[in-house]
C-alpha cells in the first residue's frame, strides 16, 4: 500500500490506463499542458504524448460528441468536464447518444469515461457546486460510480475505463487532498459493489462522496453514546449494490441515507424506496433521508457550510430514530 492523496490516485490509474491500452486516450479543458485545474492529470501529456492527451477547445458538447464518436469506432476515451455544472452542455451526447447507442444499434460498445468535479465546499457559488449525479442514475445505460477514498477512486477509475459501456465518474471536489491507502499495481475494483466501512448493529448509514467520511465521524461521536452505526459506502450508484443495502437494514432494523445533493428527487429518495420494498418487515422506524436543503449553493462561506450536510446533522437524525 502508498499513503496518496485522492487526486494522485486518479492520475495513477489514468497513468497505469494509458501505458496498458493503446487505445486510450485524456482529453478535455486544460487536462494536457496545465495538468487539469485541479492538477489531476500534471504530468500525463510528457509521458504519452499529445495524440494521447488531448487539449481542447472550451465546448464541452463538442468534447463529448467527439469522444462518443471515438469510443464507437474502437477507441476507449476519457473525458475531463472541469465542473459537473458545465456536464449541461452535453446532456444529448451522453443521455441521447452514448446511453442509448448499445441498444439502437445490435450491442455496439462504447466505451466512454465522462470524469467529472462535482460538490461544494470550495466556495465557488452555484455554478461551480453541484452534484447532480442522480440526473444520470436515472438514464438507462449510463454506470455512474462517485468514489470516496483514494483506493476506490484508483481501483474503480480501471474498471470504468476498462468497461464496454458509458461510464459518468463522479469526483468529489471536497475530497480531492484526502490521503488513504493505495494498492501497488493493477488492483481494478469491481463496478456495482459496495463498501461496509464500518459495522455496526442499531442503525445503517447508506453514504457517497464526502458523506461517508462525515457518516463515519458521525459513528465514532455516537459509539460514545451507545449507539452503534454502520456505515455503507455505495460507491456505485448506479448500478447500486441492494443486497448489501438490504442484509445490513435486515440487521440493524433502522436505515438513513446521506448524500451531498439536494434531497428532494435525489439517490436517498431510490435507495429508500428498495429499502421499503425489500425490507419494510425489519423495520422499526421510518427511512430517514439526509441531504442539501432544495436550493442553489450559496456563495458565502458561512452559507456554504450550514448548507452541506454535516457529522452533526447526521447524528441528530441518527439519534431521533434509536
Known amino acids: ?30 487536462v494536457a499542458l496545465a495538468g487539469g485545474t485541479f492538477g489531476i492529470t500534471r504530468g500525463l501529456l510528457n509521458d504519452f504524448g499529445p495524440k494521447r492527451v488531448i487539449d481542447t477547445p472550451i465546448a464541452e458538447n463538442s468534447i463529448v460528441g467527439l469522444a462518443v464518436g471515438a469510443a464507437m469506432t474502437g477507441m476507449r476515451p476519457v473525458v475531463e468536464i472541469m465542473f459537473m455544472d458545465f456536464i449541461t452542455l452535453c446532456m444529448d451526447q451522453i443521455v441521447n447518444q452514448a446511453a442509448k447507442s448499445h441498444y439502437m444499434f445490435g450491442g455496439l460498445a462504447v466505451p466512454l469515461v465522462v470524469r467529472t468535479l462535482a460538490g461544494a465546499g470550495l466556495t465557488a457559488g452555484p455554478q461551480h457546486s453541484q452534484s ?21 477512486a484508483k481501483g474503480l477509475l ?28 493493477d488492483v481494478p475494483i469491481p463496478i456495482g459493489h459496495a463498501d461496509v466501512r464500518r459495522e455496526g448493529q442499531d442503525v445503517t448509514v447508506v453514504a457517497t462522496g464526502q458523506m461517508v467520511h462525515k457518516a463515519l465521524k458521525s459513528a465514532e461521536l455516537l459509539a460514545g453514546e451507545g ?74 462561506p458561512v452559507l456554504e457550510k450550514a448548507y452541506v450536510p454535516g457529522e452533526e446533522q447526521i447524528a441528530r437524525v441518527i439519534r431521533g430514530l434509536v
Not at 1 to 26: F, G, P, T
Not at 163 to 182: H, I, M, T, W
Not at 272 to 298: Q, W
Open 1 to 30: 500500500m502508498n499513503e496518496i492523496s485522492y487526486s494522485k490516485a486518479i492520475n495513477a490509474a489514468l497513468r497505469e490506463e494509458l501505458a496498458r491500452d493503446e487505445r486510450v486516450v485524456v482529453l478535455g479543458e486544460d
Open 132 to 152: 447532480l449525479e442522480a440526473w444520470f442514475a436515472h438514464v438507462p445505460g449510463l454506470k455512474v460510480i462517485a468514489p470516496a477514498t483514494p483506493r476506490d
Open 158 to 185: 480501471k474498471a470504468a475505463i476498462r468497461d464496454n459501456g458509458p461510464v459518468v465518474f463522479v469526483e468529489n471536489k471536497a475530497l480531492l487532498r484526502s490521503r488513504g491507502p493505495v494498492p501497488e499495481g
Open 227 to 300: 449507539i452503534s452505526v454502520e456505515v455503507i459506502d455505495l460507491r456505485t450508484i448506479s448500478p447500486w449494490d441492494q443486497s448489501t443495502v438490504i442484509e445490513s437494514v435486515q440487521k440493524t432494523k433502522r436505515a438513513v441515507i446521506a448524500h451531498e445533493a439536494v434531497g428532494p428527487f435525489g439517490t436517498g429518495a431510490e435507495v429508500a424506496a428498495v429499502i421499503a420494498d425489500e425490507a419494510f418487515d425489519y423495520l422499526d422506524a421510518p427511512v430517514k433521508r439526509i441531504g442539501a436543503p432544495f436550493a442553489p449553493v450559496p456563495y458565502s
